[in-house]
């Protein structure tokens, strides 16, 4: 199965170090944040990955294409962990790049995907500065698709405080964790934005995207008729709801935590974590 993991931004909230390492390269112990990316992906099944880049992101490619010279190195100095870990990097996945020429929006830079997605039917979407902790939602998005042939996206509990920040989505549980939508919202205020209901008609609290998507390959469709926005982007959101007007489309909930690494706060706060072991659900 295919992935995409968009990797194209600036980092500006990194800068100045963003200037000379991807905000996707950050460390999270031994590993960048990008490599628990692919790693969740290849744990799901997705192991043939496109990483759409920008130019001066090149150290993503290095990380992840093997060296020879270094693993004999390690080899001959004995230095089997330091090895084994080396080769570990991206095991079971085949990666794949293209580079995003402007800084359109996350809608253009999935968009890219549509040659290399062709002919597999859906493909996951997962955001390259966010890493997911206690469990993947993708196990669960996958099983939707085989069941009801919809596509998803991952929601998680938002604090009414944040709701702007975010695409929220409203709708009902045909089962408990899954949602179909009916309305979703990129940054609404607290009190335009929609809600979504469990099984027995009760309002939940405001739910907001989480950074893992699956489509069908009908979203490019959607993607090549959006009007650009803000700032000239292509926005995901507009295109995800032509599609949930036209075919459907499921919200999928679960029992991990997203981890947001956009920030150099983020990092931290995530390091921690991971280090701590904590997997509670999160309130974004």
């Known amino acids: 199965m295919k992935a995409v993991i968009p990797a194209?931004?600036?980092?500006?909230?990194?800068?100045?170090?963003?200037?000379?390492?991807?905000?996707?390269?950050?460390?999270l112990g031994d590993r960048p944040v990008i490599g628990c990316v692919v790693e969740e992906a290849v744990s799901a099944g997705f192991d043939e990955i496109l990483i759409v880049l920008a130019r001066g992101k090149e150290a993503i490619i290095e990380y992840f294409t093997p060296?020879?010279?270094?693993?004999?190195?390690?080899?001959?100095?004995?230095?089997h962990e330091a090895l084994?870990?080396?080769r570990s990097i991206a095991r079971g996945a085949r990666i794949h790049y293209?580079?995003?020429?402007?800084?359109?929006?996350?809608?253009d830079a999935v968009a890219l995907?549509?040659?290399?997605?062709?002919?597999?039917?859906?493909?996951?979407?997962?955001?390259?500065?966010?890493?997911?902790?206690?469990?993947?939602?993708l196990p669960a998005m996958a099983?939707?698709?085989?069941?009801?042939?919809?596509?998803?996206?991952?929601?998680?509990?938002c604090r009414e405080d944040r709701v702007?920040?975010?695409?929220?989505?409203?709708?009902?549980?045909?089962?408990?964790?899954?949602?179909?939508?009916?309305?979703?919202?990129?940054?609404?205020?607290p009190a335009d934005a929609p809600r979504l209901t469990d099984t027995s008609g009760n309002q939940l609290p405001f739910?907001?995207?989480?950074?893992?998507y699956l489509f069908p390959e009908k979203i490019f469709d959607f993607l090549a008729s959006a009007k650009p926005g803000r700032n000239g982007e292509i926005q995901l959101t507009d295109a995800m709801d032509g599609l949930r007007a036209e075919a459907g489309l499921l919200g999928v909930t679960w029992g991990g935590r997203r981890l947001d690494i956009g920030n150099p706060r983020g990092l931290i706060e995530a390091a921690a974590v991971m280090d701590s072991g904590a997997g509670e659900a999160s309130d974004h």
């Open 143 to 157: 099983d939707a698709w085989k069941e009801r042939g919809l596509g998803s996206v991952a929601l998680e509990t």
């Open 8 to 27: 194209a931004g600036f980092g500006t909230r990194f800068l100045p170090v963003s200037k000379a390492v991807p905000k996707e390269m950050m460390p």
């Open 113 to 137: 995907a549509r040659d290399f997605v062709c002919g597999s039917g859906s493909f996951a979407v997962l955001l390259g500065d966010t890493v997911m902790h206690g469990g993947s939602p």
């Open 207 to 212: 739910h907001a995207f989480a950074a893992r």
């Open 164 to 189: 702007s920040r975010y695409g929220i989505a409203g709708g009902r549980a045909v089962e408990p964790g899954t949602f179909e939508l009916s309305c979703i919202v990129e940054k609404p205020a």
């Open 98 to 107: 293209i580079y995003q020429p402007e800084m359109r929006g996350l809608g």
């Open 67 to 79: 060296d020879p010279a270094l693993e004999r190195h390690l080899e001959a100095s004995g230095k």
């Open 84 to 86: 084994a870990a080396v």
